[in-house]
């Protein structure tokens, strides 16, 4: 389990990032993070990935405080960030140094498998596109089976139709092993699509202003009734905290409404 206990960031320039986020992500949870630019969501994924401190609070997994880089923390940015010295398959067994050559082929054939790029062991990153490149990404982060996996817009630069093919793949690898995900997006239909729960951050600072369950049944429709008052419910949501509302103990009742 992770957890965030009175988690708080301030910056050396007086800049107050969180302020006191206190929550807990259950193993296999997948976690959407949204709000307005400012509220502390890159913030909050940093200190978990143990690339910075807290100023207060701590984040923990299973107990343990996280105050470095972790071998069983995955990150998938929004750049694929891939070696481009490397063949696709260098990248994806980049983690898996340690098992045998059989070991480390077999993982990776069936981690490009899942991502739609067989066939691709051998190509460079510079022959792949886009969308093809953050597929290595995921298959690279997923490979190992970490115990968590955090995610910072890793779909944000891809067209609509790439994205939701993406969607579709990440689900796929994290059936596998089923690690517990906090991902940031600004997509609030990305974060109804993949998560089980959404929590919404209100800026300045940043803090939890609101959060939902998310019970639709995967595979989901985007096209369906459910899904629309879901994804509503989130836009109302983020509508109140852009707008200095004060953050609720409860969920919203309300399902319609537009964001801007």
């Not at 983690?95 to 739609?116: C, I, K, Q």
């Not at 190509?123 to 968590?148: N, Y």
Request: with cysteine; glycine share 8%; aromatic share 6%.
């Amino acid at each position: 389990m992770l957890s965030f206990d009175s988690l708080s960031k301030t910056y050396a320039d007086g800049t107050q990032a969180l302020s006191a986020v206190t929550t807990t992500v259950a193993a296999g949870e997948i976690l959407a993070l949204v709000g307005g630019s400012g509220c502390g969501k890159t913030t909050l994924l940093r200190l978990v990935a143990g690339l910075d401190q807290p100023s207060a609070g701590r984040a923990s997994l299973d107990g343990q405080a996280i105050l470095a880089p972790r071998a069983d923390v995955g990150v998938i940015f929004q750049e694929p960030r891939l070696f481009p010295w490397l063949s696709v398959a260098e990248n994806v067994s980049f983690g898996l140094s340690h098992l045998t050559p059989f070991a480390r082929e077999g993982l990776v054939a069936n981690a490009l498998v899942r991502v739609g790029l067989a066939g691709y062991e051998k190509r460079w990153p510079r022959e792949l596109s886009g969308g093809q490149q953050q597929r290595v990404a995921i298959a690279r982060a997923l490979v190992t089976r970490p115990r968590l996996l955090l995610m910072d817009e890793p779909f944000s630069a891809l067209d609509a139709t790439t994205r939701a093919s993406l969607h579709g793949h990440l689900l796929a690898l994290w059936e596998e092993s089923r690690p517990t995900v906090v991902m940031v997006t600004h997509d609030v239909e990305e974060a109804v699509t993949l998560a089980d729960r959404i929590i919404v951050m209100q800026p300045k600072p940043g803090r939890i202003f609101d959060e939902f369950d998310n019970p639709l049944a995967r595979p989901r429709d985007r096209l369906s009734p459910a899904f629309e008052a879901s994804k509503r419910e989130v836009l109302r949501t983020l509508d109140r905290s852009l707008a200095n509302g004060e953050p609720h103990q409860h969920k919203a009742a309300e399902t319609a409404g537009m964001w801007w």
